[in-house]
C-alpha cells in the first residue's frame, strides 16, 4: 500500500484544504475512520484541538465514547473539548429522523467549539465509502446533478481530508499502526438508513455488479461537482449582468432569462432562493415551476416556502420577501444613539415621511435586522500584522483612525461621494450606483456610512479605498452581515 500520509498531503494540497499556520478543530468519534484521522493529522504541522459531540442517545456507552477519545487527546498531548446535546428532543420538535437529527446538532456543536476555541477549519473523517452512501442515499430519495455532487472537500469552515480513502484502506491502515478504537453498537441497526446502505446495499452491488462500486460512485461525484460548478458559473455571470436588488428582494428581466438553457435557470432561482436561506422545503420542483412562471404572461404572484414571494410582472421576475405595513426602519425615539439598538433595514421599501432624514449614530453592539439577514457593529483594538483582514464579502473593517468625528448610519444623500483609489479620486455615489446598473427607483434607498465630510461604506460590500485597513491601524470598525442560514 502507497504511503496514506503522502497520498493525504497531496491531496490536501491538491484541494487547497488549510495552510499549515491554520488550527485544525478535529471531530473524533472514537470510531476506526476519526483514529484514523486523527493519527495522520497529528503527523501535520499543524496546532490541533480535538472535539468529541456526545449525543445523547446510548447512555453509558456514549460516556465511554467521550471518555475514549478524551485519553485518545492526552496520549497525542492535543488540547480536548466536548460538547453534549440532546438528539432524542431535537427529533421530537422538529419531526426529523434521528440521523439527520445527529448531523445537525453534530455540525452545530463543531461550529460553537471551533469558533471557541479560535479554529480556522473543522476536519472530519469522511471517506470514499461515505461518499457512495450519501449518493445511494440521495438517488434513493429523488435528487439533482447537485445532490450527485456529493460531499466536498472543502466548504468552509468544513474540510474532509480522507475522502479519497475507502472504508477497507482505512482499516488497514488502523490495524497496520495498531491504533485503539471503539465500535458504535447503532451502527449494526439496519432500521437506519446509513446502516442497511453500509452494510447490505454496497457489499451486495459490489459482490453481483461490480467490486469497485464504491470507486465508480466517488467518481460519478466528481464528474457532477465538475458539471454543477460550470453551471453556477454561468449562473454567476448571468446574475451580475441581469440580477438587481428590488424593495426586500432581487428582480430579473424576463428575456434575457428565457434565453438560458433550463439547467441554468434553476440554478439562477435557487441562488436567488438560498440567498434567503433556502431550506429543504425548497425542492426542485419549486424552483422548476418558478423556471416555468417565467413563460406566464400578466402579472401573477406565487406562494413560496420559508415566507418567500415570486412575483411576474409582463417582461420582470422578482423573488422576496413580500412587505408589510411599518417593516421600513423603526427609529428610536433618539435616533442618535445607536448603542445597543436593532432595528430593521430593508433597501428599496417606500421610506416614511420623515425617514430619509433620519442618521444614526454608528456605536459597538449597534445591530440591525436586513433582508441579507444581521448586521452588526463592533468597535475593537487591531493587532496589526499578526491579524488577517476576512476576506469575506459580509465581513467588512473601516479603519478608524481615519474617520472624521461621528460615523453616521444613514440613506444616500444627493451630492454624496467617496473615495474611489489609492490615489484619493472622488466618485459620486450616485455614479457608483448607476454604474452598478441600481434602477432609479432604488438609489435613493441605498444605506451608507458616512462621517461629517464623506461616505466610508455603501451596503453591502463597497468601502471607501481611504478607510482601508493599513499597517498604522490601531482600531477597526467591523461590520459583519450575517447571511440567514437554513
Same mark, same amino acid.
Given at each position: 500500500?502507497?504511503?496514506?500520509? $503522502?497520498?493525504m498531503?497531496?491531496?490536501?494540497e491538491?484541494?487547497?484544504?488549510?495552510?499549515?499556520?491554520e488550527?485544525?478543530?478535529l471531530g473524533?468519534?472514537?470510531?476506526k475512520d476519526?483514529?484514523?484521522?486523527?493519527d495522520?493529522?497529528?503527523?501535520?504541522?499543524?496546532p490541533l484541538?480535538?472535539?468529541?459531540?456526545?449525543?445523547?442517545i446510548r447512555?453509558e456507552?456514549s460516556?465511554?465514547?467521550?471518555a475514549f477519545?478524551?485519553?485518545l487527546?492526552e496520549?497525542?498531548?492535543?488540547p480536548? $473539548?466536548?460538547?453534549c446535546v440532546?438528539?432524542p428532543v431535537?427529533v421530537?420538535?422538529?419531526?426529523?429522523?434521528?440521523?439527520e437529527g445527529?448531523r445537525?446538532?453534530?455540525?452545530?456543536?463543531l461550529r460553537?467549539?471551533a469558533?471557541e476555541?479560535?479554529?480556522?477549519?473543522?476536519?472530519?473523517?469522511?471517506?470514499?465509502?461515505d461518499?457512495?452512501?450519501?449518493?445511494?442515499?440521495r438517488?434513493?430519495?429523488?435528487?439533482g446533478?447537485s445532490?450527485?455532487?456529493?460531499?466536498?472537500?472543502k466548504?468552509?469552515?468544513?474540510i474532509?481530508?480522507l475522502?479519497?480513502?475507502?472504508?477497507e484502506?482505512v482499516?488497514a491502515y488502523v490495524?497496520?499502526?495498531?491504533l485503539?478504537?471503539?465500535?458504535?453498537?447503532s451502527?449494526?441497526?439496519?432500521?437506519y438508513?446509513?446502516?442497511?446502505?453500509?452494510?447490505e446495499l454496497?457489499p451486495?452491488?459490489?459482490e453481483?455488479l461490480n467490486r469497485?462500486?464504491?470507486?465508480?460512485l466517488a467518481?460519478l461525484?466528481?464528474?457532477a461537482r465538475?458539471?454543477?460548478?460550470?453551471?453556477e458559473?454561468?449562473?454567476?455571470?448571468?446574475?451580475?449582468?441581469?440580477?438587481?436588488e428590488e424593495?426586500s428582494g432581487?428582480?430579473?428581466?424576463l428575456?434575457?432569462f428565457q434565453e438560458?438553457?433550463?439547467?441554468?435557470?434553476v440554478a439562477?432561482?435557487?441562488d436567488?432562493?438560498q440567498?434567503f436561506g433556502?431550506?429543504k422545503d425548497?425542492?426542485?420542483?419549486?424552483y422548476?415551476n418558478?423556471?416555468h412562471?417565467?413563460?406566464?404572461?400578466?402579472?401573477?404572484?406565487?406562494?413560496?416556502p420559508?415566507?418567500l414571494?415570486g412575483?411576474?410582472?409582463?417582461?420582470?421576475?422578482?423573488?422576496?420577501?413580500p412587505?408589510?405595513?411599518?417593516?421600513?426602519?423603526?427609529?428610536?425615539s433618539n435616533?442618535e444613539s445607536?448603542?445597543?439598538?436593532t432595528f430593521?433595514?430593508?433597501?428599496?421599501?417606500a421610506p416614511d415621511?420623515?425617514?430619509e432624514?433620519?442618521?444614526?449614530v454608528?456605536?459597538?453592539g449597534?445591530?440591525?435586522?436586513t433582508?441579507?439577514?444581521?448586521?452588526?457593529?463592533?468597535?475593537r483594538?487591531?493587532t496589526g500584522?499578526?491579524?488577517e483582514?476576512p476576506k469575506?464579502?459580509? $465581513?467588512?473593517?473601516l479603519?478608524?483612525?481615519?474617520?472624521k468625528?461621528? &460615523?453616521?448610519l444613514?440613506?444616500?444623500r444627493?451630492?454624496?461621494?467617496?473615495i474611489?483609489?489609492?490615489?484619493g479620486?472622488?466618485?459620486?455615489?450616485?455614479?457608483?450606483?448607476?454604474?452598478?446598473?441600481?434602477?432609479?427607483s432604488?438609489?435613493?434607498?441605498?444605506w &451608507?456610512?458616512?462621517?461629517?465630510?464623506?461616505v466610508?461604506?455603501?451596503?453591502?460590500?463597497r468601502?471607501?479605498?481611504?478607510?482601508?485597513?493599513g499597517e498604522e491601524?490601531?482600531?477597526?470598525l467591523?461590520v459583519k452581515?450575517?447571511?440567514?442560514?437554513?
Amino acid at each position: 500500500m502507497e504511503d496514506v500520509l $503522502t497520498r493525504m498531503k497531496e491531496y490536501c494540497e491538491k484541494n487547497q484544504l488549510f495552510s499549515p499556520e491554520e488550527t485544525l478543530l478535529l471531530g473524533i468519534s472514537g470510531g476506526k475512520d476519526s483514529v484514523c484521522l486523527l493519527d495522520l493529522m497529528c503527523q501535520m504541522p499543524n496546532p490541533l484541538v480535538i472535539c468529541h459531540v456526545n449525543h445523547g442517545i446510548r447512555g453509558e456507552e456514549s460516556d465511554r465514547d467521550e471518555a475514549f477519545v478524551k485519553s485518545l487527546a492526552e496520549r497525542y498531548h492535543v488540547p480536548f $473539548t466536548s460538547s453534549c446535546v440532546d438528539v432524542p428532543v431535537y427529533v421530537r420538535e422538529n419531526k426529523c429522523s434521528v440521523e439527520e437529527g445527529a448531523r445537525i446538532l453534530r455540525h452545530q456543536a463543531l461550529r460553537e467549539k471551533a469558533q471557541e476555541m479560535g479554529a480556522h477549519k473543522i476536519v472530519l473523517a469522511h471517506t470514499m465509502n461515505d461518499q457512495a452512501e450519501t449518493l445511494l442515499f440521495r438517488m434513493a430519495r429523488g435528487t439533482g446533478i447537485s445532490g450527485l455532487s456529493g460531499m466536498e472537500p472543502k466548504r468552509d469552515p468544513i474540510i474532509r481530508p480522507l475522502l479519497f480513502l475507502t472504508t477497507e484502506e482505512v482499516y488497514a491502515y488502523v490495524e497496520i499502526h495498531h491504533l485503539a478504537y471503539v465500535v458504535d453498537a447503532s451502527n449494526a441497526d439496519l432500521r437506519y438508513s446509513r446502516n442497511y446502505i453500509r452494510q447490505e446495499l454496497i457489499p451486495g452491488m459490489k459482490e453481483h455488479l461490480n467490486r469497485k462500486t464504491v470507486e465508480h460512485l466517488a467518481a460519478l461525484s466528481e464528474k457532477a461537482r465538475a458539471y454543477q460548478n460550470l453551471v453556477e458559473e454561468i449562473a454567476g455571470k448571468y446574475e451580475e449582468e441581469h440580477l438587481t436588488e428590488e424593495l426586500s428582494g432581487y428582480a430579473l428581466d424576463l428575456p434575457s432569462f428565457q434565453e438560458l438553457h433550463p439547467v441554468v435557470q434553476v440554478a439562477v432561482i435557487a441562488d436567488i432562493c438560498q440567498r434567503f436561506g433556502a431550506g429543504k422545503d425548497f425542492s426542485r420542483e419549486v424552483y422548476e415551476n418558478l423556471c416555468h412562471a417565467a413563460g406566464d404572461r400578466g402579472e401573477k404572484k406565487y406562494d413560496l416556502p420559508g415566507g418567500l414571494e415570486g412575483r411576474v410582472s409582463y417582461q420582470r421576475m422578482w423573488i422576496g420577501r413580500p412587505s408589510h405595513p411599518g417593516s421600513g426602519m423603526r427609529k428610536s425615539s433618539n435616533p442618535e444613539s445607536g448603542m445597543g439598538k436593532t432595528f430593521c433595514l430593508n433597501p428599496g421599501e417606500a421610506p416614511d415621511e420623515s425617514e430619509e432624514l433620519v442618521s444614526y449614530v454608528v456605536r459597538s453592539g449597534m445591530s440591525c435586522e436586513t433582508h441579507l439577514g444581521k448586521v452588526d457593529f463592533c468597535i475593537r483594538e487591531w493587532t496589526g500584522e499578526t491579524e488577517e483582514i476576512p476576506k469575506k464579502d459580509y $465581513t467588512k473593517c473601516l479603519d478608524c483612525g481615519k474617520m472624521k468625528g461621528q &460615523v453616521h448610519l444613514r440613506k444616500a444623500r444627493p451630492g454624496d461621494w467617496f473615495i474611489l483609489d489609492e490615489t484619493g479620486h472622488r466618485k459620486k455615489v450616485s455614479r457608483y450606483l448607476i454604474d452598478r446598473k441600481i434602477p432609479e427607483s432604488q438609489r435613493t434607498n441605498t444605506w &451608507v456610512l458616512a462621517d461629517e465630510e464623506h461616505v466610508l461604506m455603501i451596503f453591502p460590500d463597497r468601502l471607501g479605498r481611504d478607510v482601508y485597513v493599513g499597517e498604522e491601524t490601531k482600531k477597526v470598525l467591523v461590520v459583519k452581515i450575517s447571511r440567514n442560514e437554513p
